[in-house]
């Protein structure tokens, strides 16, 4: 079984700074790409940040240049680092990860989402 588990969420003014954390257990031989996406209520989850094994990176526009995504892959761990966040970067934030299981089954996963809630 692998499980992703997300830290990092709060409460900041704007303008302020978070830094999500998401790592992965459980059976794993390999994870391809892992991300973030965000969520607010009555909206699509969408992406926000994506990082694939290679290091290629991808953002949503309206993160790009206050937002940097990284990973370590000894840990397992990918990371958001948000900048000059707004009152609309309020959102749920989740991880996701392709993971390959050491039993050769490729799956998507989920984490369980952390509040970042921004005032203004």
């Known amino acids: 079984q692998v499980q992703l588990v997300e830290s990092g969420g709060g409460l900041v003014q704007a303008g302020g700074s978070l830094r999500l954390s998401c790592a992965a257990s459980g059976s794993i031989l390999s994870i391809t790409a892992m991300g973030w996406y965000r969520q607010t209520p009555g909206k699509q989850r969408e992406l926000v940040a994506v990082?694939?094994?290679?290091?290629?990176?991808n953002y949503a526009d309206s993160v790009k240049a206050r937002f940097s995504i990284s990973r370590d892959n000894s840990k397992k761990t990918v990371y958001l680092q948000m900048n000059s966040l707004k009152p609309e970067d309020t959102a749920v934030y989740y991880c996701?990860?392709?993971?390959?299981?050491?039993?050769?089954?490729?799956?998507?996963?989920w984490g369980q989402g952390t509040q970042v809630t921004v005032s203004s």
């Open positions: 996701n990860a392709d993971v390959t299981s050491r039993s050769l089954v490729t799956r998507n996963y």
């Open positions: 990082i694939n094994s290679g290091g290629v990176i």
